[in-house]
Antibody, heavy 121, light 111 residues
Framework: EVQLVESGGGLVQPGGSLRLSCAASGFTFSSYWMHWVRQAPGKGLVWVSRVSNGGSATNYADSVRGRFTISRDNAKNTVYLQMNSLRAEDTAVYYCVRNMVQGAIVDFDPWGQGTLVTVSS | QTVVTQEPSLTVSPGGTVTLTCASSTGAVTSDSYPNWFQQKPGQAPRALIY???NRHSWTPARFSGSLLGGKAALTLSGVQPEDEAEYFCLLYYPAAQPWVFGGGTKLTVL
């Protein structure tokens, strides 16, 4: 079964740091781009970051660039999101998502169950 | 900053047809934007419905169809069922430093 399981969320003070992990199973992890998407309470989905299948290419949303770092360990089938200088507006459920890119076919599935990050003093 | 716009809310009667749209602030949405559509029900993670404009996943009911319509991406539900009540999000690609942008979501009510 193809599965993504996030972990590492929790309560952190403004200005603090947190590292999220997303463990993948059931597929050849190193063949896929991986993304992080977040959703603030009661709000919509916001794309956060992506990493290429080999890990050499990364992109970030303007709102997190310079504070967040995405990385992956293909030997451990895990993608990470290091979040520094956290702000109250970073409070959200963070989802990791698998991204298949095959010519004109681009899809985002599956999604993990999400991990809640709360930034508050 | 690129903005992707969806109808905030729509209401449809059971058995009816409704079209949700996804517009880009940069101009017409094309297949090169690889439009993806997702369904999210309260308390659940999003679920993929449509990829690359019009392709259904194996679990996506045939009553859901994706297309390009009048310069926008569109998701049409035909023969709406009560279980289709949910929030729907589109996702578009841009060849830029921030390559993917979600729409604000459409809350669909079946009434």
């Amino acid at each position: 079964e193809v599965q993504l399981v996030e972990s590492g969320g929790g309560l952190v003070q403004p200005g603090g740091s947190l590292r999220l992990s997303c463990a993948a199973s059931g597929f050849t992890f190193s063949s896929y781009w991986m993304h992080w998407v977040r959703q603030a309470p009661g709000k919509g989905l916001v794309w956060v970051s992506r990493v290429s299948n080999g890990g050499s290419a990364t992109n970030y949303a303007d709102s997190v660039r310079g504070r967040f770092t995405i990385s992956r360990d293909n030997a451990k089938n895990t993608v990470y999101l290091q979040m520094n200088s956290l702000r109250a507006e970073d409070t959200a459920v963070y989802y990791c998502v698998r991204n298949m890119v095959q010519g004109a076919i681009v899809d985002f599935d599956p999604w993990g169950q999400g991990t809640l990050v709360t930034v508050s003093s | 900053q690129t903005v992707v716009t969806q109808e905030p809310s729509l209401t449809v009667s059971p058995g009816g047809t409704v079209t949700l749209t996804c517009a880009s602030s940069t101009g017409a949405v094309t297949s090169d934007s690889y439009p993806n559509w997702f369904q999210q029900k309260p308390g659940q993670a999003p679920r993929a419905l449509i990829y690359s404009t019009s392709n259904r996943h194996s679990w996506t009911p045939a009553r859901f169809s994706g297309s390009l319509l009048g310069g926008k991406a569109a998701l049409t539900l035909s023969g709406v069922q009560p279980e289709d009540e949910a929030e729907y999000f589109c996702l578009l690609y841009y060849p830029a430093a921030q390559p993917w942008v979600f729409g604000g979501g459409t809350k669909l009510t079946v009434l």
